[in-house]
């Protein structure tokens, strides 16, 4: 039976960039932990912007942030993974040569910006919902406590192509996370790894969860997963790679194969096979 359910959020259960989900999966989530199944929400997104779109249960659900580089609930944080604070400066050298890039940095409660009235800045705020901070050098800011970069640019993966093939880069992970952007954090995080790490720690099998997801960086997740299931949205490599492939976000696929996981389980209940 499955007893942990996890989800991308951009572009799985919303448009990219979106702050609106539908109410129903409010309602369902609700049901998934009355059946004593959890759920997870898993993005690439700031822990702030995630909390904020599921405020409603936020205390019912599990957090895996930042692509995989924090593990939370509401009130704790499991577990986190930092970059290298000697590699972060090269590296953000390193990104300001690319033309027409613009980068976001990430700590656990804050990302910081350059500059106030850029497009990037107001996107992160306004529509993502990011706690953030703008400075005038993103070099000047602390670099202990750093779990993420972000390259947004409007044709990323040609942009940033051989980005991970310096002798620095070769020690931090680089996946795509959405049509416009980077993440680059520690070589040991990731959606795969904090959703391993979350398995052991609620004493789940790998064979009783699912995971939803749509893009690269949800990759590794679908091979920590009993069932890896997508979106008809989603990326050619990633409907090859999935055991289930369901209707777009817009469509409301991730919720309709809720439901059935839910009717399922009820099923099995009331046979006494739960």
């Not at 306004?126 to 400075?135: G, H």
């Not at 609620?202 to 960086?217: A, H, K, P």
Request: proline share 3%; hydrophobic share 40%; net charge negative.
């Amino acid at each position: 039976m499955i007893k942990l359910i996890a989800s991308d959020i951009d572009g799985t259960l919303v448009k990219e960039g979106s702050h609106e989900i539908d109410p129903a999966y409010y309602d369902v989530i609700r049901e998934l932990k009355e059946a004593g199944i959890i759920f997870c929400a898993c993005s690439g997104r700031q822990y702030h912007s995630m909390m904020e779109l599921f405020k409603p249960v936020a205390d019912d659900i599990y957090f895996i942030a930042s692509n995989g580089t924090v593990v939370r609930t509401r009130d704790r944080v499991l577990h986190s993974w930092k970059i290298d604070p000697e590699l972060y400066l090269p590296l953000i050298e390193r990104l300001r040569t690319i033309e027409g890039a613009e980068i976001v940095v990430e700590g656990p409660d804050v990302s910081w910006i350059e500059g106030t009235e850029t497009p990037i800045a107001k996107m992160m705020s306004n529509n993502y919902r990011y706690a953030v901070e703008n400075v005038d050098d993103l070099t000047a800011i602390p670099t202990d406590n750093i779990i993420k970069i972000s390259v947004h640019h409007p044709n990323v993966e040609k942009a940033t192509r051989g980005l991970d093939q310096s002798s620095r880069a070769k020690n931090l992970a680089m996946t795509i996370s959405g049509a416009e952007w980077l993440d680059i954090f520690a070589k040991e995080a990731g959606k795969g790894e904090a959703f391993a790490l979350l398995q052991e720690y609620l004493g789940i099998g790998q064979e009783e969860t699912v995971y939803f997801g749509d893009n690269l960086n949800d990759l590794t997740a679908f091979h920590e997963a009993g069932v890896a299931a997508t979106v008809a949205n989603a990326r050619s490599e990633m409907q090859d790679a999935a055991d289930i492939v369901e209707r777009s976000f817009s469509d409301l696929g991730v919720l309709k194969e809720l439901r059935h996981i839910l009717d399922l389980h009820k099923r099995f209940e009331a046979e006494g096979s739960v």
